[in-house]
Structures are given as C-alpha cells and as structure tokens.
C-alpha cells in the first residue's frame, strides 16, 4: 500500500476528513472530531497509528513484528503498524475501519424513540445522512432521468426483460422513498400518476429540479415511508426501489403501504436478499465473499459500525410474515442474475461475478397484492 492509497482509504470512511494539527507533513485523519487515524505519509518506512481494542491490541502486537504499541500515543488503546511488514494491506485496511468505526459519533444516538416531529429515531438518522450525501446521487439522477427504459438496480436490468410490473396506464402509483425520482419519471411516461414520497429534503430538491428540466410534473412528498401524510385507499400501485423497504422499519412502512393502497392494490419493491446480507461485511469498501458472516435467524436490523444510517434486511420468512399481517400474499419473487460483465458502478461492495452466481439486493423483488 502505498502512502497515496493509504490517504485514500482513510478519506473513504464516512465522515472522514484530514487535518493538520501537530505540523504540516503529519496526517490527522478524524470523524466528527476525533481522530482514528495517524500517518506522516512522506515517511520511509510509511507508517500508520490506528485506535484499537485493548485485547485485540495485545494480540496483534503479539502475533506481527509490523504492529507495536502505539507511537507516542495511549499504548493500550493505539498501535502503530508499518507497511509493507508482515501485517499485509488487507489487515491495515481492516484496522484502520475498525479505528474508524470505534470512535464514529453516532453509535450512541441510534437508540432514540419518536421525536416531536413524529419521526423514529431511526428515520430522523436516515433523514439526516440522506440529506448529507443528496449531492453525490444527482448526476446517477440526472442519468436515470433521461434514460427511456425503466432499468432494476445497481445492475441496470431492463424492465422489458423482467416483466415485473403491470401496465401503469391510468393508475395512481406511490412510490415510498423515491429519491430523485427517476422511476416516478418513467411509470409518468408510460401514462401513470405517481406520487413521490421521501425522508430527504435533499433529494427531493434533486428531483423537483429534475421535474423542472424534463418538463414532468407530479407531487412529491417530504415525508417517512413510516409516516406518510396522505388519505387511505388513494393508490393502485406502491413501489419502492432501495427507499423505504431498506430504510424504513418493515413493521411500519409496510402497514403503511397497505393504508394508502385501494382494495386488490399491489405493492412491487427492491430490496437486499438474505444471502447478500449473510456475506456482506462489516466494513465499507470490502467486497462480499462467498463465506458466511453472520447469523440468518434474527436478521432485522442493521447498524453498521462504520456508517451512521440504519437499514432494515429481513429473511424470507420474515418479510412473509410482515406481508401477511398487512393482508398481502406474495404472488411472485424475482431472483435475477447479474450480466457477467456488470459494473455496478459506485456500489463496491459486489462483483459481477458474485452477484451471477447468487441473487443480491439490487435485482431481488417481491410482488404482493393487497386483498383487502
């Protein structure tokens, strides 16, 4: 690793930033104000500090001659690793997320109840991190927008070749976490009436400029798709894409689909399969294997270590008990492979290769009709 790559991998944790506060040839790097991460990159050999676990310290001082007790800092907290020892770049990738994530601020404030602006706790995270990113999902927005095709996930599957939805002709259609709106945008050109719902005033910006520009116009709606603010029996169709069945909790957002939805109303949405998320790691930046990582049973929600937002990823026999509580049965469930030459673009956490040979979230949806 060189010390260019390692800079790059400590400004790729989420919040990251670099800063100078000791002199100008030593890297601070912190998030929200504390520092995981210590390096003077014009050094020879390059060397870097990360923030440990005292036990796991100990450890890793023991087993490598690259990795001692942390240079001028806490010895029992900090170690110091030399690259290009015996530690490998796999391992300092790994310590230096693991630091990053053991002083991450937002550990402590994922627990909160409702707020009196009716938001979960959860939802006001969500809305907050969404918010703080919308800016890096315009140009994939603007993307979207002027494709003619309705295309599925990271992977781009086209909608002609899957079949999933209806003829959207004249029917109302709500979509439940719309984001930029892209999918909004096609279903309106294929003759439907969509209304866009989402937690991130940020996004919804994006899509209104969007509506703008493309010459569209359809309500969109600041809200959680916990929470939405609109009349019962109102659509025929819900729909979501990654929005609120990733990041709403299923126990909420789904009753609330079936509210809003006509008698024999459908509801389609794209979320993660259960065998991603038995592979997937901890950290950002590390791509899924073919080994499992965590436990299947209990898989609801997820707080990532190193990433303030929190998703929810249930079994497939979880989200047919959500389904069915709601009065839904699940008419049909696609499973589909990725190209073997994919790129999936921003999203590094798949290969192609991975997601041919086992369905992953972005090309994983369920179809459910209301009954009642």
């Not at 060189?2 to 912190?30: H, I, M, Q």
């Not at 899957?162 to 892209?182: I, Q, R, S």
């Not at 041919?356 to 009642?372: F, K, L, N, S, Y």
């Amino acid at each position: 690793m060189t010390a260019a790559e390692l800079r790059d991998w400590c400004l790729g944790r989420f919040g990251a930033e670099e800063t100078f506060p000791f002199n100008a040839s030593t890297s601070v790097f912190k998030v929200g104000g504390k520092m995981f991460a210590l390096s003077a990159l014009s050094d020879e050999p390059l060397r870097v500090s990360v923030k440990c676990d005292p036990d796991s310290a100990e450890e890793l001082r023991e087993r490598h001659q690259a990795i001692i007790p942390g240079y001028h800092l806490n010895k029992r907290h900090w170690i110091t690793v030399t690259l290009g020892g015996d530690a490998g770049d796999d391992l300092v990738r790994l310590l230096v997320a693991e630091s990053h994530a053991l002083v991450a601020p937002w550990h402590r404030r994922r627990r909160a109840g409702r707020a009196a602006d009716g938001l979960t706790g959860h939802a006001r995270i969500n809305r907050e991190v969404w918010d703080g990113v919308a800016g890096e999902f315009a140009a994939d927005g603007e993307l979207k927008w002027a494709m003619d095709d309705p295309v599925w996930g990271i992977w781009k599957i086209p909608e002609r070749e899957l079949g999933v939805l209806p003829d959207v002709g004249g029917l109302d259609v709500l979509e439940l976490g719309c984001g930029t709106a892209y999918w909004s945008a096609w279903l309106a050109r294929r003759g439907a009436r969509p209304t866009g719902v989402d937690n991130s005033a940020g996004q919804l910006e994006t899509a209104r400029r969007l509506q703008r520009e493309h010459g569209l116009d359809f309500p969109l709606v600041h809200a959680s798709g916990e929470a939405v603010p609109l009349s019962d029996g109102g659509f025929d169709l819900a729909f979501s894409e990654y929005g609120a069945c990733l990041w709403c909790d299923p126990a909420l957002w789904i009753p609330e689909a079936a509210r809003l939805l006509r008698p024999g109303g459908r509801l389609v949405f794209l979320t993660h399969t259960p065998i991603l998320m038995l592979c997937i790691p901890d950290f950002d930046g590390f791509p899924t294997s073919d080994r499992l990582v965590r436990p299947y049973f209990g898989m609801r929600r997820f707080d990532w270590r190193d990433h303030p937002s929190i998703e929810f990823n249930l079994t497939y026999g979880g989200w047919i008990a959500e389904l069915g509580r709601s009065g839904f049965t699940v008419e049909a469930l696609h499973e589909v492979q990725a190209p073997p030459d994919g790129d999936p673009g921003r999203h590094d956490y798949v290969t192609a290769d991975w997601s041919h040979r086992w369905p992953q979230e972005a090309i994983c949806v369920w179809v459910a009709r209301r009954t009642g």
